[in-house]
């Protein structure tokens, strides 16, 4: 039987602190964010362990493509987007949602917080740690529709990545950060890791994580500080320019047209469980507040997908 993570009280480690309450780090954390990681002194080697045994749960799947669940009608689509390219929809949820109502047979449900007991869960979270439990795994935004043509180039374009590539999603932060690395990242909107990729990347200190510079292996915390990005992604960006790290870059604007999110959108008004912190953003409720999903099918082409036997 596997042990569960024993979750601190409290802060332990005032170096990493940023935030004074307890809840809220513990939020960030399961938002995939070293500094709060480090704050509350959790047990990496633990948490190691528990991702490892991912692995059985998950063993037989060839071609894994993480679905994150915020909503039942939005993952639905998302299933029978990435069934339709051959790949097996792995639905991962945050525990304030849990897993979808409805499944199509063939995607597999799997609770990846059984063993964390984290308040909150983003699919950053597992992603770090892919290689203790898949060769490869493709993952997305829970709020990214991508056109049928493009879903079978990207499915292709992933299975023939070599064991030591990482494809992320690149955006340009514009003209006036072209000779600073202030505002760089890989974004996780959509991209495929494999196993000695997401090992080394892990080796290094920088992965998908925000905050890579708390990373237990990251030797250049204090000059990352200084000079890089804290987002998710910029570690892997991090990687690719310090270390070497093998990258396939997906233009961004390639899939802008099915982004349906809050960036960008002059009418969104952020809905919170309380404090500011965006750890404990409601994504459930956004993105049925703010999009419609038959419309959103039907600016992509995708009007059949939304119709059942």
């Known amino acids: ?21 307890y809840p809220l780090e513990l939020a960030h954390v399961g938002q995939g964010n070293w500094r709060a990681f480090r704050a509350l ?28 669940n915020v909503d039942d009608d939005w993952c639905l689509i998302q299933q029978r987007l990435v069934q339709m390219t051959g790949w097996t929809p792995l639905i991962g949820f945050d525990p ?51 056109r ?61 994580w925000m905050e890579y510079w ?14 890089w990005y804290w987002d998710h992604g910029a570690g892997v960006y991090y990687w690719r320019k310090r270390h070497g790290g093998r990258c396939v870059e997906i233009p961004g604007s390639d899939y802008a047209e099915g982004h349906f999110t809050k960036i960008g959108n002059s009418q969104y008004k952020r809905v919170r469980e309380g404090g500011w912190s965006d750890a404990r953003r409601a994504m459930s409720t956004d993105i049925k507040t703010y999009f419609n999903l038959d419309e ?5 082409g995708l009007v059949d997908y939304r119709r059942w036997p």
Not at 1 to 21: A, C, I, N, W, Y
Not at 41 to 68: N, T
Not at 158 to 178: K, M
Not at 216 to 227: L, T, V
Request: one cysteine or more; glycine letters at 8%.
């Open 148 to 208: 049928e043509e493009k879903m079978r180039a990207l499915a292709h374009r992933f299975g023939a990545l070599a064991d030591g590539d990482t494809a992320a999603t690149w955006v340009s932060p514009g003209l006036r950060h072209s000779f600073s690395q202030r505002k760089k990242r890989y974004w996780e909107l959509v991209g495929c890791t494999t196993r000695q990729a997401s090992q080394d990347q892990f080796r290094n200190g920088c992965g998908w």
């Open 41 to 68: 002194g959790l047990d990496l080697q633990r948490v190691m362990e528990i991702a490892g045994g991912w692995s059985a749960s998950l063993e037989g799947i060839d071609r894994p493509w993480l679905c994150w």
């Open 96 to 146: 304030r949602v849990g897993p979808p109502s409805r499944i199509l047979p063939g995607s597999v449900v799997f609770d990846f917080n059984a063993h964390l007991g984290l308040p909150v869960l983003y699919p950053h979270f597992p992603l770090e740690f892919a290689f203790l439990f898949c060769d490869r795994i493709a993952f997305w935004h829970s709020d990214l529709l991508i």
């Open 214 to 227: 708390a990373h237990p292996n990251q030797s250049d915390g204090a000059e990352i500080r200084e000079k």
């Open 296 to 300: 959103a099918c039907a600016r992509l």
């Open 1 to 21: 039987m596997t042990e569960s993570l024993q979750l601190p009280g409290r802060v332990v480690d005032q170096t990493f602190m940023k935030h004074p309450e």
